[in-house]
Nanobody, 120 residues
Framework: QEQLVESGGGLVQAGGSLRLSCAVSGSGFGIVVMGWYRQGPVEQRELVATITSGGSTNYADSVKGRFTNSRDNAKNTVYLQMNSLKPEDTAVYYC??????????????WGQGTQVTVSS
């Protein structure tokens, strides 16, 4: 059973930066894609960014050019560098991973969530 352990987040002023980290606690074998979702106080959970095992990235239009999703395969860790933060980026950010087990069944895993608050 894999677990995702998040770190980072916090309070920052508009225009500032934060970096989130998410580590897979198990072997990390079979990771297909990792990424980030966020959920504001009244919004539904939405995709922020993803990165495949091959390094291909995808971003929500609202964060393109400001956020960078990267991964360290040796550490089974993904990072979300968030620059030029805006108040509307305020949300709980969740790490997500799709991982195949030894029988090639694909499972979804979620981190515990970390709060990001951007003050105006």
């Amino acid at each position: 059973q894999e677990q995702l352990v998040e770190s980072g987040g916090g309070l920052v002023q508009a225009g500032g930066s934060l970096r989130l980290s998410c580590a897979v606690s198990g072997s990390g074998f079979g990771i297909v894609v990792m990424g980030w979702y966020r959920q504001g106080p009244v919004e539904q959970r939405e995709l922020v960014a993803t990165i495949t095992s091959g390094g291909s990235t995808n971003y929500a239009d609202s964060v393109k050019g400001r956020f960078t999703n990267s991964r360290d395969n040796a550490k089974n860790t993904v990072y979300l560098q968030m620059n030029s933060l805006k108040p509307e980026d305020t949300a709980v950010y969740y790490c997500h991973a799709k991982i195949r087990d030894g029988t090639l069944v694909l499972y979804n895993y979620w981190g515990q969530g970390t709060q990001v608050t951007v003050s105006s």
